[in-house]
Nanobody
């Protein structure tokens, strides 16, 4: 059974950095776009970043310039490096695999989801 497992979340001070990882198991996602979403308490899940099967990236305006998404197909893993973190980045971060090789802002384009990892940024 396919599974995505996130790691790397935690508590960090504003201005700090975190690197999230998402490891896939059960099947390969090398031909699928992989994305990161986040959900803060009381808010809808929102797009953060995504990367195509070939390495083309897409970012939300809120994280552009502060975050880098990357992937290692050999390890079936996607990463999200987040720098200059702000308290408003506090959320549960989810990775997801799209149903195609192309990244999308649209949550419905993703059909495999991880369980999420908590990121808390203190001011």
């Amino acid at each position: 059974q396919a599974q995505l497992v996130e790691s790397g979340g935690g508590l960090v001070q504003a201005g700090g950095s975190l690197r999230l990882s998402c490891a896939a198991s059960g099947r390969t996602f090398s031909n699928n776009a992989l994305g990161w979403f986040r959900q803060a308490p009381g808010k809808e899940r929102e797009f953060v970043a995504a990367i195509s099967w070939g390495g083309t990236t897409l970012y939300a305006d809120s994280v552009k310039g502060r975050s880098t998404v990357s992937r290692t197909n050999a390890k079936n893993t996607v990463y999200l490096q987040m720098n200059s973190l702000k308290p408003e980045d506090t959320a549960v971060y989810y990775c997801a695999a799209a149903n195609s090789g192309y990244p999308s802002f649209d949550l419905t384009a993703y059909d495999f989801w991880g369980q999420g990892t908590q990121v808390t940024v203190s001011s």
